[in-house]
């Protein structure tokens, strides 16, 4: 994720307005440059999500639905270990 960010802040850096691209290509330069800046942003915020949960995992309450407090299932928590919630209650 870090190895991620780290591209994505490389791309999403601004387009120099004196960089000799035709029109069209700058367009699609700034373009890509939007697109990557909210990449970056989801990727971060993806990263600090990671980390409280792994900051939360040796807690008594990690894997327990805040909502309806029952085990939230190993194999969500496998695959999205920063859920607070269990199937049931996110579908809700």
Not at 29 to 48: D, K, P, T, V
């Amino acid at each position: 994720m870090r190895a991620e960010i780290e591209a994505l802040g490389e791309s999403a850096s601004p387009v120099a307005p004196d960089n000799a691209i035709g029109r069209v290509s700058r367009m699609d330069a700034i373009n890509n440059q939007a697109i990557n800046e909210g990449s970056l942003g989801r990727a971060r915020e993806r990263l600090e999500q990671l980390e409280s949960a792994l900051a939360r995992v040796d807690q008594p309450d990690f894997g327990t639905g805040v909502m309806c407090l029952q085990p939230i299932a190993p194999a969500r928590l496998t695959y999205l270990p920063d859920s607070t919630l269990c199937v049931q209650c996110a579908s809700r």
